[in-house]
């Protein structure tokens, strides 16, 4: 596409507003914060000074090859290293051509705020994103960088650091919105069952948890045992030693009992629905902000990625962008927002927060979704209905990395790679990651039964992507693995210390993403590959 005809593409999204102020005015409506404050701001800027510090260290480092990668000025990365494919923005009147890359997220609730710190450098040091797939916390991330307008990098950021001014990304405002975002209030359930559900969400991992749980479990269980031994005994005169014989009776009796008290309380707390929180209240957060930037349409959406050409491009070049979800009644993996008309009657029509609602359904936590007509933008519209009923949970279920939605099968050589960002513990043959980030496994004998059990399910869970993964050797400098293992995905309490930390692992990856990877050696690869093929 022509130089001139994208950057007017650009200037007529730019005239209609200035994006940083729109989400911020968006964010600040729907949760009564002011994105304004000076102190909010301070915060944010400090998440960025802090990583900017990082990132120079490493370019300054001796033993480390990013020096090589950047600038002189040691601000950007150099394209040749990254991408052939560019895309065009323009910065101070100034026309800039990036390299692009696509980007897929993995999913892992609270570790999503890592996913902000990779994304904050890779678009610091002027990569620029194209098409974008993610689960769950990675689904979020990736709508939201794919729906925000590429014109904002035309604006002076609102985050100032060493006082002086440079130019805007994506990642900056979405980092402002989540620093100040009070992700307990999407825990909507008060009361006894709120307060148990913090308790557990928060230290599921305790030993002492544990121990109390199993504690509690033997005295429910003697309690039981002792009050049916009381009864049989006021209603038969039965003696303690004639007892022993209904012995077996009574620990059948116990047994049940304490899996019928279960069952009444799984039912009574999680509803028809099966989770204890509706969920709504993180709709409504997606939906106001999308609304922000003049995104309440599935076709808004894709008008709006559509503005995002290559410069050099093709026939057929069109970004993607791929959030996952699992389809418990249908038992299927749908892609979203490309399966939409499978659901609704009229897809264009449909709000993209109902995607994000579909893939974040972590189950039990979170009521399972299900497609209704409340979703479209016009739910009066006798001509928007539901086609096919479903219900839907978190789609880290059954996919939680897609990275092979992006990988090229025509036997032609990429013009571009793409990068993926794991935020789990596993297991990356040959990859140069911080050993100690990465899990080992175990020998045989010392796994446990719940060990056992727990390998078994997560070989399920994780089958379509470690399929992918270990059956493609050339991705491993191509994905990166973010050292999440001292936090907890499940903590929405999660304060402003443990919001940094994970921000800076996220920024921890991304440098060593642009040092492990070399885009003339990938090429390379992938041309050899082919041609052993041929």
């Known amino acids: 596409m022509k130089t001139s005809s994208i950057i007017n593409d650009n200037k007529k999204v730019i005239s209609k507003m200035n994006i940083q102020e729109q989400i911020m005015g968006g964010f600040s409506t729907t949760s009564h914060i002011s994105l304004h404050d000076e102190e909010n701001i301070k915060r944010t800027t400090h998440f960025f000074t802090t990583a900017n510090k990082i990132l120079e260290n490493a370019i300054n480092n001796s033993q480390s090859k990013l020096k090589d990668k ?39 609730g609270m570790y999503g705020i ?22 769950s916390a990675g ?28 130019q805007a990304t994506k990642s900056e405002i979405l980092t402002h919105i989540i620093a100040n975002t009070n992700f307990s209030k999407f825990m909507e359930k008060n009361g006894i069952i709120g307060w148990l559900q913090q308790k557990l ?61 279960i069952y009444i309380l799984f039912v009574k707390i999680l509803d028809k ?86 893939t974040m359904s972590i189950p039990f936590i979170y009521k399972n979704f299900t497609p209704g007509e409340e979703h479209y933008k016009n ?10 009923n479903a219900r839907f949970v978190d789609g880290g279920m059954l996919s939680n990395f897609p990275i092979r939605e992006f990988h090229r099968k025509d036997n032609v050589v990429p013009r571009f790679p793409t ?20 899990k080992t496994i175990k020998p045989l004998e010392n796994i446990s039964l719940i060990g056992y059990i727990t390998s078994f399910i997560s070989t399920f869970r994780n089958f379509y992507d470690n399929d992918f993964l270990f ?43 642009i040092e492990q990877f070399d885009w003339k050696t990938y090429k390379n690869i992938r041309e050899e590959k082919i041609k052993n093929l041929n």
């Open 70 to 108: 950047f600038t002189a000025d040691g601000l950007l990365v150099k394209k040749e290293f990254i991408s052939d494919a560019t895309v065009l923005e323009y910065y101070k009147g100034i026309p800039i051509e990036r390299p692009v890359i696509d980007l897929v997220q993995q999913g892992g």
């Open 114 to 135: 890592a996913l902000l710190g990779y994304t904050y450098i890779m678009e610091k040091v002027g990569i620029r994103f194209y098409s974008h797939g993610g689960a």
């Open 139 to 166: 689904a979020i991330n990736a709508l939201f960088l794919a729906a925000i307008p590429n014109a904002i990098y035309a604006e002076d950021s609102k985050f100032e650091y060493n006082n002086t001014s440079h």
């Open 201 to 261: 969400l928060r230290n599921y991992k305790s030993i002492i948890l544990k121990l109390f749980l199993s504690v509690f479990s033997i005295g429910f269980l003697v309690g039981i045992y002792g009050l049916f031994g009381v009864v049989f005994n006021i209603a038969n005169g039965i003696s303690g030693t004639e007892l022993r014989f209904f012995d077996f009776i009574i620990g059948t009796l116990n047994v049940a009992a304490l899996l019928l008290f």
């Open 273 to 358: 629905d099966f989770g204890i929180n509706t969920g709504e209240r993180f709709y409504s957060w997606a939906e106001n902000l999308l609304s922000s930037i003049q995104i309440e349409t599935k076709n808004d959406l894709t008008k709006r990625m559509d503005l995002v050409q290559l410069v050099q491009a093709k026939k057929g070049d069109k970004p993607r962008l791929v959030l996952i979800t699992s389809n418990l009644t249908h038992n299927r993996i749908v892609k979203f927002p490309e399966r939409a008309d499978d659901y609704w009657t009229t897809p264009g029509n449909i709000k993209p927060a109902a995607f994000l609602r579909a």
């Open 379 to 388: 739910d009066k519209d006798p001509e928007n209905s539901v086609k096919l």
């Open 419 to 438: 990068f993926g960002v794991l935020l789990s513990e596993r297991v990356m043959s040959n990859q140069n990651e911080n050993k100690d980030s990465v």
């Open 471 to 513: 059956n493609n050797k050339e991705i491993e400098k191509r994905v990166v693995t973010v050292d999440t293992k001292d936090h907890n995905w499940l903590d929405f309490w999660m304060d402003d210390t443990d919001k940094a930390k994970l921000f800076n692992k996220g920024v921890d990856a991304a440098i060593r993403q």
